[in-house]
C-alpha cells in the first residue's frame, strides 16, 4: 500500500469476527486498518493521525455514540461513522447532536463505507 | 345462702351476662348458637350482616337454612353422629365452608365451632368470618399477578425474535465482509468454478439475511402511542406489580422531585422497563435483612432521569460485560433479554441504559425518558 499512516481508518466492533472480517475487507480494498475490540482499547490507545473512525453502535460499557461523544467532549476531530444492526430515528438524532458524520445499518453496504472513507481527507 | 350472698351473687351475673351481651354485639364475626338439634337459639348483628337474616328470622328454625342445600342436609346427620360417636368433624378445629344468604348467594367463610354443655343445656356455639373481601383480595392479586407475567412474556418473545435476528446478522455481516474481500482478491487466473462458487456462498448468506429481516419485521410494531404521563405514578403503581407475589421483605423508597415530573413515553414499554429492573434489584437482594429498593425521579432539562438502586451484593465484574447482551442470564429460568429489551426500549425513547456499582455497594441502573413540561394533556 502506497498510504501512510494517515491514511488509517480505525474500526471499532465488539464482535471479534465482525471485526476481523471487515479488517480484511477494507485491507482487500486497499485501505490501511487499525481494529479495536472496544471504545475503551480505542481511548486508551488511539492511532495517530486517524483518517477516520467506523464504530458499532451496540456495544458493552461504552456504546459507539457514547465513545464520539467522548472523543468531541475531548475536542478530537475525527470523522466518525456509526453502524448499527437496529437503526432508529432516536439513534440517528443524537448521532447528529454530536456531529456524528452518518449512520450506516449492517450488513454494512460496501460502497457506501468506501465512499465515506474516501470521502475523509487523508491528513 | 343468705339473702346478700344472693343478691351479690345475681348481681356478678347481671353483670356477666350485660357483658357478653355487648360482647356479642360488637364482635365483628358472626356468632350463631344452637341446640343439638340444630335449631337456631341466638344470632348475633355480625351474623345478621353476614347471612342478611334479622335474628328472628333465624331463632327456632334449623341452621341448616344458613347452608347451601348439600350441605344443609347433611348437617343434621353430623350432628346426630357426633352426639352419638363423639366423632368431631368441625367442633375444636375449624374449617372453611361455605354459607348462603337470605338472598340465596353463597359465600366462602371461616367457620370455628365450640361447645357448651353443662346441666340441662347442650349448645353448640358457631363464630362465622365472612371470606368474601379476603378471597376477593387474592383473586385480584393473582389476577394482578397473570397481567404481568403476560406482559413480561410477551414481550420477551417479541424481544427474543429481534434478538435472535441481530445475533444471527452478526456472522452474516462477517461472511458479507469476507465475501467482499474475497471479491477483491479475485482475477482473470481465477479458475471459474470458484469464482461461481464463491458467488453461490454469497448468494445463500442473501438468503439467510432476507430470512433474518422479514423476521425482525414481524415483531417490529407499528406506531407506538406515546402519551404524557406523571411519572410518579406510573412508577409507584408499575414498581407495587412488579412486587407481587415476591415475597416482599424489600423497603422501597420512592424519591420524587417537588414538582411532579410528566414524561412524554410508551406507557406501556417504560412500564416494562421499571418492572424488569425492580424484579431484578429484589431478585438480587434475595430477602437479605436490610434490603433497600430506592426509586429516584431525577428532572434535567428535556429528559427525566430514573434511578434504580438496590443494596444487593453488586454486580460481578464479568457479568457487567456482558449484562446488555440478549441471553446473558445469571437466573436458571431467565431467558436473559430482560436488560437487552429495556435498553432497546430506552434507546428508542432517546436515552441510554447505564449501570453503576456505588462504592459502598449494591446496583444503580439509570436511564432517562423525554420530559414534559406543560401537563395540559397528561394522564393523572
Known amino acids: 500500500m502506497s498510504e501512510g499512516p494517515s491514511h488509517v481508518v480505525a474500526i471499532v466492533d465488539d464482535d471479534a469476527a465482525v471485526l476481523e472480517s471487515f479488517q480484511f475487507l477494507l485491507e482487500m480494498a486497499g485501505f490501511s486498518v487499525v481494529a479495536y475490540a472496544s471504545a475503551h482499547a480505542f481511548l486508551a490507545a488511539p492511532a495517530s493521525r486517524l483518517r477516520c473512525l467506523i464504530v458499532d453502535q451496540h456495544m458493552p460499557t461504552m456504546t459507539g ?22 437503526p432508529s430515528p432516536g439513534i440517528e438524532a443524537r448521532a447528529r447532536a454530536i456531529g456524528v458524520r452518518g449512520v ?3 450488513p ?11 470521502s475523509c481527507d487523508p491528513r | ?34 341446640d343439638t338439634k340444630g335449631i337456631v337459639q341466638s344470632f348475633n348483628p355480625s351474623a345478621e350482616r353476614a347471612f342478611g337474616y334479622t335474628a328472628a328470622e333465624t331463632i327456632g328454625r334449623n341452621v341448616n337454612m344458613l347452608m347451601p342445600h348439600q350441605h344443609g342436609h347433611a348437617h343434621d346427620g353430623f350432628l ?22 337470605k338472598d340465596g348467594s353463597t359465600f366462602p367463610m371461616e367457620l370455628q365451632v365450640g361447645e357448651v354443655n353443662i346441666e340441662g343445656a347442650h349448645l353448640f356455639v358457631g363464630f362465622v368470618r ?11 392479586m393473582a389476577e394482578l399477578q397473570a397481567e404481568v407475567i403476560h406482559l413480561s412474556r410477551l414481550s420477551e418473545l417479541g424481544h427474543m425474535a429481534s434478538a435472535i435476528a441481530h445475533e444471527v446478522n452478526q456472522p452474516l455481516a462477517a461472511i458479507g ?25 454469497a448468494a445463500q448468506a442473501e438468503r439467510a439475511r432476507d430470512i433474518v429481516n422479514s423476521m425482525r419485521g414481524l415483531v417490529k410494531k407499528g406506531d407506538r402511542p406515546q402519551e404524557t404521563l406523571n411519572l410518579e405514578t406510573l412508577i409507584r403503581e408499575t414498581s407495587a ?44 437482594m434475595d430477602g437479605a435483612p436490610g434490603s433497600r429498593l430506592t426509586i429516584s425521579i431525577e428532572p434535567a432539562g428535556d429528559r427525566v432521569g430514573i434511578a434504580v438502586a438496590d443494596t444487593g451484593p453488586g454486580l460481578p465484574d464479568a457479568v457487567r460485560a456482558r449484562l446488555f447482551q440478549p441471553f446473558t442470564t445469571t437466573k436458571p429460568d431467565g431467558l436473559g433479554v430482560g436488560l437487552s429489551i429495556c435498553r432497546t426500549i430506552v434507546e428508542a425513547h432517546g436515552g441510554t441504559l447505564t449501570v453503576e456499582s456505588p462504592s459502598e455497594g449494591g446496583t444503580i441502573f439509570r436511564f432517562s425518558v423525554p420530559s414534559r413540561t406543560d401537563a395540559e394533556d397528561a394522564v393523572p
Open chain 1, 65 to 86: 455514540l457514547e465513545l464520539a461523544a467522548c472523543l468531541r467532549a475531548q475536542g478530537v476531530d475525527l470523522p466518525v461513522m456509526l453502524v448499527t444492526s437496529a
Open chain 2, 80 to 101: 346426630k353422629r357426633y352426639l352419638t360417636t363423639g366423632e368431631r368433624r368441625i367442633i375444636g378445629i375449624g374449617r372453611i365452608v361455605f354459607g348462603q344468604r
Open chain 2, 1 to 34: 345462702m343468705s339473702g346478700e350472698d344472693l343478691e351479690q351473687l345475681h348481681r356478678a351475673l347481671r353483670l356477666q351476662e350485660a357483658l357478653l351481651r355487648s360482647m356479642l354485639n360488637i364482635v365483628p364475626d358472626g356468632l350463631v348458637t344452637i
Open chain 1, 104 to 106: 450506516l445499518a449492517k
Open chain 2, 241 to 284: 406489580l412488579a412486587l407481587v407475589g415476591t415475597d416482599s421483605t424489600v423497603a422501597l423508597d420512592l424519591v420524587v422531585p417537588a414538582e411532579p415530573a410528566f414524561a412524554h413515553v410508551d406507557k406501556v414499554q417504560i412500564q416494562q422497563v421499571v418492572l424488569n429492573l425492580v424484579r431484578n434489584a429484589v431478585e438480587a
Open chain 1, 108 to 118: 454494512l453496504p460496501e460502497d457506501e463505507v468506501f465512499a465515506f472513507i474516501r
Open chain 2, 130 to 140: 365472612d371470606l368474601t373481601a379476603r378471597r376477593e383480595h387474592e383473586r385480584r
Open chain 2, 177 to 201: 465482509n469476507y465475501i467482499g474481500g474475497i471479491r477483491r482478491l479475485l482475477n482473470d487466473a481465477t479458475p471459474p468454478v470458484l469464482r461461481q462458487a464463491i458467488e453461490r456462498v
